[in-house]
């Protein structure tokens, strides 16, 4: 048994009642490589914002979830050489789809879990993610547990609205369950491409698919049923304009993605939003920098001369969500 305590990583208590009640929501950056971590670690230090790394069960498998929780522990202590006295890191568990999965991760290292049984019929996923909670909070790892159904692109719109978090449903899973936090969902979804763009009207000026917007008034509902709880966006990726035309420019082929508008992402991080989910934002920053490099200097062959961009690439990123939408800088 290793605790996060002994890593000298934080579990989400504290951080999240800041954030909700200072209005404004944490980071938490999906990784997977070096790079990733540095630019991550960078990037708080630098805005001295709080931060949450999580990994999802396909990084542990690419990466090793051992080797990824040496590197969470590697970033406390990086941090910490960067000059940032008392670094808020949390490493989290994303998406964990079994009791097993979040015991493992518990057992070695990790200071939040989620338990993801959004798939399950509701009392399924009370009695599985309440396993989880009573195992977890022996050790003082806190919980995410997710509501509804974040929608398929390939879903038609009506059938994605059933599968909005219903509010009325909130409270009994909250308080059945005991989760620390609760990811609904309100129109966000996975990946680049997170409508169609049947789904979307086009910009008459540029041409560009404007997505539809997510369901606040859910957002409202839950908030007001449960005030003060810690609510969780998955799909929070905003697919910067930019970085897709990079990406197309030099070889790419990404028609059409689409992500969630920022303003939308930044009135959020006002309410009791306190965690936004990003990854795909990091992979196209990431690949924009390393096609452009490998486009403009064919001749390079060395990791290093194309990942050095990628990170400084991907620390930009990072820097511009923690300050112009989260608003989690200056909070250490
Ligand atoms: O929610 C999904 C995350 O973006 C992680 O994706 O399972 O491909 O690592 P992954
Ligand atoms: P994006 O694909 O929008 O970055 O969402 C990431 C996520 O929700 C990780 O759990
Ligand atoms: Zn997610």
């Known amino acids: 048994m290793t605790s996060y305590k002994e890593l000298g990583l934080v579990n989400t208590r504290e951080m999240f009642a800041k954030a909700v009640a200072g209005g404004y ?161 309100i129109g966000t979804s996975h990946g680049a491409y997170k409508f169609t763009p049947e789904q979307c009207t086009r910009d008459p000026k540029t041409g560009k698919l404007v997505p539809p917007p997510l369901a606040f008034d859910i957002l409202h509902e839950i908030e007001k049923r449960l005030p003060g709880f810690p609510i969780v966006l998955h799909g929070s990726s905003s697919v910067p304009q930019d970085e897709v035309d990079t990406i197309n420019a030099h070889g790419g082929k990404l028609p059409d993605a689409v992500g969630i508008p920022e303003e939308q992402l930044r009135e959020a991080s006002k309410s009791a939003v306190c965690k936004i989910n990003i990854d795909s934002d990091s992979r196209l920053a990431m690949t924009a920098a390393i096609r452009k490099h490998f486009d403009e200097k064919p001749g390079d062959f060395d990791p290093r001369q194309y990942l050095k961009p990628a990170r400084e690439n991907m620390k930009k990123m990072y820097i511009h969500k923690i300050v112009e939408v989260l608003g989690s800088n200056n909070k250490l």
Do not use: W
């Open 25 to 185: 929501a944490i980071p938490a950056f999906n990784f997977n490589t070096l790079e990733q971590m540095q630019a991550i670690v960078q990037a708080a230090v630098e805005t001295k914002s709080p931060v949450i790394m999580q990994v999802s069960k396909g990084a542990r498998n690419y990466a090793n979830g051992t080797i990824l929780r040496y590197m969470a522990q590697g970033a406390v202590e990086y941090a910490k050489e960067l000059g940032c006295e008392n670094p808020q890191i949390v490493l989290h568990l994303d998406h964990g789809d079994t009791f097993e999965l979040c015991k493992d991760c518990i057992d070695n290292g990790f200071s939040s879990v989620m338990i993801d049984g959004s798939s399950l019929p509701y009392e399924e996923n009370i009695a599985l993610t309440k396993k989880v909670v009573e195992y977890a909070h022996k050790f003082d790892v806190t919980v995410e547990a997710e509501l509804g159904v974040l929608a398929g692109v390939e879903d038609e719109v009506a059938s994605e609205v059933s599968h909005y978090t219903k509010p009325e449903e909130v409270v009994d899973f909250s308080t059945r369950s005991g989760c620390d936090s609760l990811a609904i969902s």
